[in-house]
């Protein structure tokens, strides 16, 4: 069965640079949760989207932003980064509103 | 505010051993309640989870009730595995405006299963 799928898997960065993360939802589904996941720390939500329009918004800081696209695929944008942005960011999908399916993860290092 | 809070570890145990974890949660309306596991290096994956009072959520030999009377939902497993090995995460999500909201997870619980 299809999965969610992020990209990339890796990302490396130098402060105050910028970053875009991609997240491929399982098909038919129509609902994108990001979450960040910092070193020993458990996920926090960031944000979410459904049927292209911002549902819920958690801990997201002001320097990120988020969009949901007409194929349903979302995109977490990162603007000016930080040392403290260094973790890894999971984007989840779900499908008539229900369980949330976790894609790998994208493992962001922060230099 | 909607909250989990689980047993900190890490819990170390021999291979065979019984295995509780410790999981209680605050929560307006009705949650839904769900235990995921992360390998190292990996994902979330989801262990199991249960929607309602009493409900009993299962999955390769692990088990969790949803206890609403004592906002409990507890880990358990009666013989452990070295693959059992992993992050142990508890969390919650509140069912509202017709959809389920956003998961909120505890910090994690650390097993290591010994041979």
């Known amino acids: 069965a299809a999965g969610v799928i992020q990209s990339p898997r890796h990302l490396i960065k130098e402060k105050r640079e910028t970053a875009t993360l991609k997240c491929y939802p399982i098909?038919?589904?129509?609902?994108v949760y990001w979450y960040q996941q910092g070193p020993g720390q458990d996920p926090q939500f960031l944000i979410s989207?459904?049927?292209?329009?911002?549902?819920d918004k958690g801990s997201i800081p002001d320097r990120f932003s988020a969009q949901q696209f007409s194929d349903y695929h979302s995109e977490l944008n990162m603007s000016s980064l930080e040392l403290g942005d260094s973790a890894l960011y999971f984007c989840?999908?779900?499908?008539?509103?229900?369980?949330?399916?976790f894609g790998p993860g994208t493992r962001l290092l922060v230099l | 505010g909607n909250s989990v809070t689980q047993m900190e570890g890490p819990v170390t145990l021999s291979e065979e051993a019984f295995l509780t974890i410790n999981c209680t949660y605050t929560?307006?309306?009705?949650?839904?309640l769900f235990w995921y596991v992360q390998y190292p290096g990996e994902g979330l994956q989801l262990l199991l989870k249960?929607?309602?009072?009493?409900d009993k959520g299962s999955n390769k030999g692990f088990e969790a009730t949803y206890r609403k009377e004592t906002t409990s939902f507890h880990l358990e497993k009666g013989s452990v595995q070295v693959s059992d090995s992993a992050v142990y995460f508890c969390?919650?999500?509140?069912?509202?405006?017709?959809?389920?909201?956003?998961?909120?997870f505890g910090k994690g619980t650390k097993l290591s299963v010994k041979p």
């Open positions: 989840a999908s779900s499908g008539d509103r229900g369980q949330q399916y």
């Open positions: 098909p038919r589904h129509d609902t």
């Open positions: 989207f459904y049927e292209k329009m911002q549902s």
């Open positions: 929560a307006t309306g009705y949650p839904s």
């Open positions: 249960a929607t309602k009072a009493d």
């Open positions: 969390a919650l999500s509140v069912y509202y405006g017709g959809s389920q909201g956003n998961l909120i």
